[in-house]
């Protein structure tokens, strides 16, 4: 299987790295963080210059025609800069769901906008309760004429303060957590009847817990079928999680170039640390990890577009599981290598092991989609 990129992959990733390197420093990033929307305003501009806010979506609605492999590419790149940016929540969990679940005339009013850095969006998914299955959902969509009528809560919404539409789940009929009966809906994130409470997360992203109460959406709100959205909740999900697995790789791969820089200047008994062998193996150990992870997102990666449930499900659990435990290996090792420092507010690594440690925990950690794997009888099934 030939791995090398195309030319315009390769384009697309010079110029994405260049403007990591060159604005996203862990200076620039604190001050990104304090603006007022918990990101830069600037720099989402510049995403959408850049075509990189295009990157999933078809020419016709203002894309580049890009697949998982682009997404990979710019994912990971982000990784490497902790990007605080709505990028996951507006281009990948949003666009995706618009992509994959909306009608034509929406994609085509939606979309453009999205890729021009003009609208931003927010999955609100997660319920007290409903931990990592997507069919939880007790959030209410009553039928009101053409339109619905939502009532409920919904926690955890990643960039949920700042967004300017809402991608709602809400059921429309059914118990709890049946997986039939769930419907998707666009909700105007100033519509009367939704207040928003946003909080700061732990690596530096914007989160918000997010009331519904008698929140009317019209005929246009409604995205594909209000009684079947589950199918397309899974296929937009198992997506990000393939972005989150090369976002992961950017992570580590910063954590251990900033392990073996402080290993050669940091010295003990008159000579650097990392003249001393044990120090060594665990820097190479730390090697042996990321690349065991990256192979496996490169998996992911390739069988998030795969059309087969149950084929992409599996493989995206397991490339989680192999993150999930890579990530917390060379976090651990990392901060260790660092010492008291590496915890600092005013050191980068800890900051990147916080990211590591709230990628593994989105959409699932490692233990629970180890479960997912082992339920289906292993990755690849005996013949």
Known sequence: MDFDLTEEQRLLKESVDRFIAD???????????????GYSRENWRQFAELGLLAVPFAEEHGGIGGGAVETMIVMEAFGRGIVVEPYLSTVILGGGLLRH??????????????????LTLAFAQVE???????????????????????????????????????????????????????????VDAKAPGVSRRGYPTQDGMRGAEITFDNVRVGPEGVIGNPEGALPVVERVVDEAIAALCAEAIGVMDRMRELTVDYMKTR????????????????????????????SMAFYATMMSAADDPAERSHAVSAAKVQIGRSGRFVG???????????????????????????????????????????????????A
């Open 101 to 118: 679940g909306a009608s034509e005339a929406q994609q085509a009013e939606l979309l453009p906008k999205v890729a021009a850095g003009e």
């Open 267 to 294: 010295k003990q008994f008159g000579v650097p640390i990392g003249s001393f062998q044990v120090l060594q193996h665990r820097a190479a150990d730390m090697v042996v990890m990321i690349e065991q992870a990256r």
């Open 23 to 37: 604005r996203y420093d862990f200076e620039s990033r604190k001050g990104f963080i304090a603006e007022p929307d």
């Open 332 to 382: 651990q090792q990392a901060i260790q290598l660092h010492g008291g420092v590496g915890v600092t507010q005013e050191y980068s690594v800890g900051h990147y092991f916080k990211r590591m440690t709230m990628i593994d925990t989105a959409f699932g950690d490692a233990d629970h989609h180890l479960s997912r794997v082992a339920e289906a009888g292993g990755l690849f099934k005996a």
């Open 128 to 186: 007290r309760g409903s931990r990592y299955d997507l069919h939880d959902v007790s959030t209410t969509a009553k039928k009101d004429g053409e339109g619905f009528v939502l009532n409920g809560e919904k926690g955890v919404v990643l960039h949920g303060d700042s967004a300017d539409k809402l991608l709602v789940t809400a059921r429309t009929g059914g118990s709890q957590r049946d997986r039939k009966g769930i419907g998707l809906f666009l």
